[in-house]
C-alpha cells in the first residue's frame, strides 16, 4: 500500500482484501479494503463498499475496525463447466489490456486479468456455445493511451499468424480510448481479408454492477464465429444490455467519455445489431463473403505523423514544429477551412511543408458530414497548396490512414495517390443525416 503513515496506524490489524466497517460522523459502512493506487502517500482509504462502487474515504474523519479477515470471505464467483461442443468454429483471442480482459478478484474485491480459455467462460457460459477459444495470446497489457503505431503493428502481426495458422476468426480485447485507432489500423495492415476480426472493450470495469464486458465479448464471439469479413469495432448499441453494433474498423469514433454504448457509427449506420440470439443485418456492405485464403500483413507504420486542431487564433509557428515529420492531419473547422486571411494565415506555412515534403492532410472538427474544397473560394486556395482533403474520413482515421500509406509507399506521390483511393471502405458514398448521433 502507499496509504500515509497516519492511514496505516487508523487501519492496524487490518490488510488488503480484509472486510471491515467504517464508522464516521455522517455515516457508517462496511466494505472491502483496497490497496492505493496513487503514486504518492494518501490519507484517503480506499474502500469497495458492497454495491460494487469504491470509495475514497478520509482517515482523518473515519474510524475502521476489522469485521473479517480475506481468507474467511466466502463469495465466489460463478464457475460454469467447460465443455466442448463438437463443430463450432475455432477462434482466437488477443488481449492486450483493458477492463474487458479482466475478472472480479474475491479475495480483494478489485480486478485481475484473464488469461487461460477456462476463465472467459467461468462467468460467461455464452462463449462456449458459440466458438472453441483455440489460442489466447497477451503480446502486452497496456492502458490504450500509453499505446502507439508500434503497438498496432504487433497486434497485426499476431492477429495475421493466427488467421493463417487456420483459425476462423479474431477477437481484440483492447482498452475503449484508442480503440477505434486501433480497428482503423488493423483495417488497413490487414490485407485481403476474408476472416472476421472483432476489435472489442468494455467501458466499466468487471467489479462494477453495469460492467458492459459480458455482452460486448459475446456478441465479438459471434461475429468472430460467422462467415462474414473484415475488421469490425463492436460494442454496445445502447446503454441497456440488449444489442451490440457492429462498425466498419475505419469508421468507429469514441463519442462519449464513460457511457456504455459510447462509440458511433461515422458517416454510415451500423452494418449490423448483434446479441446471443439475433444477428441483424443493417448494412448491404456487410457480406458473408468469408473464405480461408492467406491474410497479408502489411504492418508499417510511420510514427512521424501529427494531428493538430485548428482553433480561433492558431498560431502559424505551431505548424512550424512539425516540420522534421512525414505527414500531419489539419482538422480544420466546417467544410476543412483554416484562416487564410490576415497576419494568422496559415496558407504560407501549409505550402511551404507541401514543399518540403510533408504530406498535408484536411479534415473537419464537426465528426460527421465531409470536407469540401469546391464550395467556398478559400478551400480552393486551401486545396492549391498541395493539401489532401480527406473525404468524410474523421480525423483519427485519417491520422491512421496517413500513417500505413506513408509507411507502405515507395514516394510522396503515390502516398498522395493512396490518400486520394478509398482502399479499405473508409470514404462513405452517399452521407446521410439520419445517422448523426
Not at 470509495?55 to 474467511?72: H, N, P, T, W
Not at 475478472?103 to 462467468?123: F, I, Q, R
Not at 495458422?165 to 489500423?185: E, F, N, P, R
Not at 511551404?352 to 478559400?378: A, F, K, M, P
Request: proline share 3%.
Amino acid at each position: 500500500m502507499t496509504y500515509s503513515e497516519k492511514a496505516i496506524q487508523k487501519l492496524t490489524g487490518i490488510e488488503e482484501g480484509d472486510y471491515l466497517k467504517v464508522k464516521t460522523i455522517e455515516y457508517e459502512l462496511e466494505g472491502i479494503l483496497l490497496p492505493s493506487l496513487e503514486l504518492n502517500e494518501t490519507d484517503f482509504v480506499k474502500i469497495k463498499i458492497n454495491s460494487g462502487y469504491n470509495l475514497g474515504i478520509d482517515c482523518r474523519k473515519a474510524e475502521f475496525s476489522l469485521v473479517r479477515k480475506k481468507k474467511e470471505q466466502t463469495i465466489q464467483p460463478k464457475k460454469y463447466k467447460v465443455n466442448k461442443i463438437e463443430g463450432l468454429n475455432k477462434i482466437g483471442l488477443i488481449t492486450t489490456g483493458g477492463t474487458i480482459s479482466s475478472k472480479v478478484d474475491y479475495t480483494t474485491g478489485g480486478v485481475k486479468a484473464l488469461m487461460k480459455p477456462e476463465e472467459y467462460v467461468e462467468s460467461n457460459k455464452d462463449l462456449m456455445e458459440i466458438a472453441e477459444i483455440e489460442s489466447i495470446r497477451m503480446p502486452f497489457n497496456r492502458m490504450s493511451e500509453d499505446l502507439n503505431p508500434s503497438h498496432w503493428s504487433i497486434i497485426a502481426k499476431e492477429v495475421a499468424e493466427l488467421l493463417n495458422s487456420g483459425l476462423h476468426g479474431i477477437i481484440v480485447t483492447h482498452g475503449t480510448d484508442t480503440l477505434h485507432y486501433t480497428s482503423a489500423a488493423l483495417s488497413f495492415a490487414l490485407g485481403n481479408l476474408r476472416k472476421p476480426v472483432a476489435v472489442v472493450g468494455a467501458q466499466k470495469s468487471a467489479d462494477r454492477g453495469s460492467f458492459d464486458g459480458f455482452l460486448n465479448l459475446t456478441c465479438a464471439a459471434r461475429y468472430a464465429a460467422s462467415n462474414y469479413s473484415g475488421v469490425k469495432l463492436i460494442m454496445h448499441y445502447t446503454n441497456s444490455d440488449d444489442y451490440c453494433q457492429l462498425i466498419h474498423g475505419c469508421k468507429a469514433r469514441k463519442m462519449h467519455s464513460s457511457a456504455r454504448n459510447a462509440f458511433r457509427s461515422i458517416n454510415e449506420k451500423p452494418q449490423a445489431l448483434i446479441n446471443k440470439e439475433e444477428f441483424k443485418v443493417l448494412s448491404e456492405d456487410l457480406k458473408e463473403n468469408y473464405e480461408s485464403t492467406p491474410t497479408e500483413l502489411f504492418d508499417k507504420f510511420e510514427e512521424k505523423v501529427g494531428l493538430v486542431k485548428i482553433h480561433p487564433g492558431f498560431n502559424p509557428s505551431i505548424l512550424q514544429a512539425y516540420s522534421n515529420y512525414k505527414g500531419i492531419i489539419i482538422e480544420g473547422t466546417g467544410l476543412g477551412h483554416v484562416p487564410t486571411n490576415g497576419e494568422l494565415s496559415l496558407i504560407p506555412e501549409i505550402k511551404r511543408l507541401v514543399e518540403s515534403g510533408v504530406l498535408v492532410g484536411i479534415t473537419t472538427q464537426c465528426i460527421y458530414g465531409t470536407v469540401n474544397d469546391r464550395v467556398y473560394s478559400n478551400l480552393r486556395i486551401l486545396k492549391n497548396t498541395g493539401a489532401i482533403f480527406c473525404e468524410d474520413m474523421h480525423s483519427e482515421t485519417a491520422f491512421v490512414k496517413l500513417s500505413w500509406v506513408l509507411a507502405n509507399t515507395n514516394s510522396i506521390q503515390e502516398a498522395e495517390t493512396q490518400m486520394k483511393e478509398n482502399l479499405r471502405g473508409e470514404f462513405s458514398r452517399g452521407l446521410n443525416e439520419e445517422w448523426m448521433l
